[in-house]
């Protein structure tokens, strides 16, 4: 399989992801409206609030996620080698120049937010800086630029929103289903059905929701990964990033769950069962990976 086709791979399925997930919320509003009787109400409502918190994370996502990490804005002349670095690569691909910061932290790590291409920062930890090689801090930079001109920011975005949104309704619903009363039908005996499957699909959609996020930001990062190789046309720097980051294994000390998915590597680390619902694929497989494409 070459880059291209590896970077096409990818997106097809986070598409058909975001379908599949778009699909599970209108099903979750259906049977709320099917049970009650609303005539839609509950999915409009639910419609609406998704789209005003969209609206609220597209413009000031990037800010609240740099301050909760710490990142401090810096110019050329505080660091002329990462900022020429950045510089580079814009000009190699043809991406508008992102604001530049540094975060005060021994750990190796990186992240890119912003809601687009001309509104955009790149974030890097003193740790990658003294830590990386030239070419593996050129990889780094390289795969954050991706998620910028990839539109990743955006799409995390709107799935942590419809992560929120399914949450809501399920909570709501069940709720209304032990403790309300809900319309009185000629089909009884159907609509008792109807509120079992619903309770069923009630208690399962968080953590369906949930899956289908980490399945997203998953894809999303072997995406960022090969177009960064592509961007570079080095696979080997970034995977000895990776490896680097692997064998470092420090913490953030401003990690928080809520910014976590942003970062090149999950910044809060853990035991084999936070690993496995980490929003970041396995390194290993990130490095096999990019190994292959050399």
Known sequence: MTTYDFIESNKRKSTLLMVVFFAFVMGIGYLFDRHYGLGGMALAAAAAYSSVSALVGFYTGDRVALAMSGAKPIRETDNPYLYRMVENLCIATGTPMPKVHVID??????????????????????????????EELEGVLAHEMSHIRNYDIRLMTLVIVLVGTVSILADIFLRSTLFGRRRDSQDGGGNGLLAIVGIVMVVLSPIVAQLVKLAVSRRREFLADSSAALITRFPEGLARALAKIRDDNTPMRR????????????????NALSRMFSTHPPIEDRIAALKRMG
């Open 105 to 134: 932290d021994p750990a190796i790590n990186a992240f890119a937010a912003g809601r687009n291409p001309e509104h955009a920062s790149i974030a890097v930890t003193t740790g990658a800086l003294r830590k990386l090689e030239n």
């Open 255 to 270: 990690a928080s769950g809520a910014t976590a998915h942003l970062f090149i590597s999950n910044p809060l680390r853990g």
